[in-house]
């Protein structure tokens, strides 16, 4: 049996369709800056710390995963490109504020 091009096209949209939606089943919300929280989760990484004073956002990352090197920094710091899975840098503007969503790395 063969499908016609619109047929199949048909079915593959089906397919994609049904399996985002069921991966992403879980209430997700998602940011103007791109990051993605998940709102029944109160702790990080999926608990949104920009905007909250760098010190306090180090401390809530630390309690999480204490095995983590953490290091606040200026939102213009120059750093290092290496990829590694045991740190977080947290970028701060001049008040203090973080400025873009912790992540490993």
Do not use: C
């Not at 939606?21 to 879980?26: E, L, N, P, Q, Y």
Request: net charge negative; aromatic share 4%; glycine share 6%.
């Amino acid at each position: 049996m063969r499908l016609s091009n619109t047929t199949a096209a048909a079915i593959l949209a089906t397919i994609i369709i049904f399996t985002t939606s069921t991966a992403f089943a879980a209430e997700v919300n998602i940011h103007a800056d791109g990051t993605m929280s998940n709102p029944s989760t109160s702790e990080w990484p999926d608990k949104i710390l920009k905007g909250m004073d760098g010190k306090e956002a180090e401390r809530e990352i630390k309690n999480i995963d204490p095995s983590l090197e953490t290091h606040v920094l200026p939102e213009d710091a120059i750093v290092t490109e290496d990829y590694r899975l045991d740190r977080v840098r947290i970028f701060v503007g001049a008040t203090g504020k973080v400025v873009k969503q912790p992540q490993k790395g």
